[in-house]
């Protein structure tokens, strides 16, 4: 928690921020999950005045490392965050708050479930910009696989009584290269209440972040269904 503000004078900003409530990588190294349960893990952050970052509740690949996760489960781990806004932060380097899992490198995901994960951003009188349970930054040729596994029961939500506020994503964020093969999007939910509004994605999200890669998404043999308020928006949709 802060109470600084996020613009100290007229060239310099502040940057804070909390990620990784479960489990963190960072560059050049690998990183294996199998047969685990990562659960009831927590990421906070206050900054009123602030544009905090807040990630992945769970587990995050936040950088180039390799991962594999198989035979787990990632479930009921919650993020929340009371912010000042968010929309420098998202405009310069492409950061919404939200996640509980996070591929940024090359990844294996498989027989596993991501499921009733959760994420409230709420920002008084600025921007507020959350985003889906599992989010994919891969880089093409790299990208994340994954496979027989279901993302599911997510909630993200955000609040600004005063300012807009949006949802990218509920069950699955794709800013980078993914691939689903026989996998079930099923019940994600994706609600924003501000001065403007705009949740989309209640299944997947797909489509650049500033200052990221080209999208690329593949879905085969994949339901995304009974999600809310819709499917699928953006690329490849």
């Known amino acids: 928690s802060s109470s600084f503000p996020y613009r100290i004078s007229a060239d310099q900003t ?26 009831h893990n927590q990421v906070s952050v206050a900054a009123r005045l602030g544009q905090p970052n807040g990630l992945d509740a769970g587990v995050c690949d936040c950088g180039s490392s390799r991962m594999v996760i198989r035979h787990s489960q990632i479930a009921h781990n919650t993020l929340s965050a009371l912010v000042g806004s968010t929309s420098d ?12 899992l ?18 409230r951003v709420t920002s008084p009188t600025g921007s507020a910009i959350a ?37 990218n994503g ?3 964020l ?3 290269s993914v691939v689903l093969q026989t996998d079930r999007l099923t019940g994600n939910s994706a609600v924003a209440h501000g001065l403007t509004s705009s949740a989309t994605g209640g299944g997947i ?16 043999g994949t339901t995304v269904s009974g999600n809310a308020p819709d499917q699928c928006f953006g690329v490849s949709c």
């Open 170 to 172: 509920a069950g699955l």
């Open 205 to 220: 999200w797909s489509g650049a972040y500033p200052g990221g890669p080209t999208v690329h998404i593949t879905l085969s």
């Open 14 to 39: 502040l940057q804070l921020g909390a990620n990784s409530g479960g489990v963190h990588i960072g560059d050049a190294g690998s990183l294996t999950i199998e047969n685990t349960s990562v659960d």
């Open 102 to 119: 996070e591929a940024d490198g090359p990844a294996e995901i498989t027989d596993t479930q991501v499921v009733a994960n959760s994420t």
């Open 131 to 167: 985003s889906a349970a599992v989010a994919i930054f891969s880089t093409y040729p790299d990208r994340t696989v994954i496979a027989n596994s279901t993302i599911s029961g997510n909630r993200v939500l955000a609040l600004s009584p005063h300012g807009p506020a949006r949802v």
């Open 174 to 176: 794709n800013a980078g």
């Open 89 to 100: 932060t998202f405009a310069t380097g492409g950061f919404s708050i939200g996640g509980a």
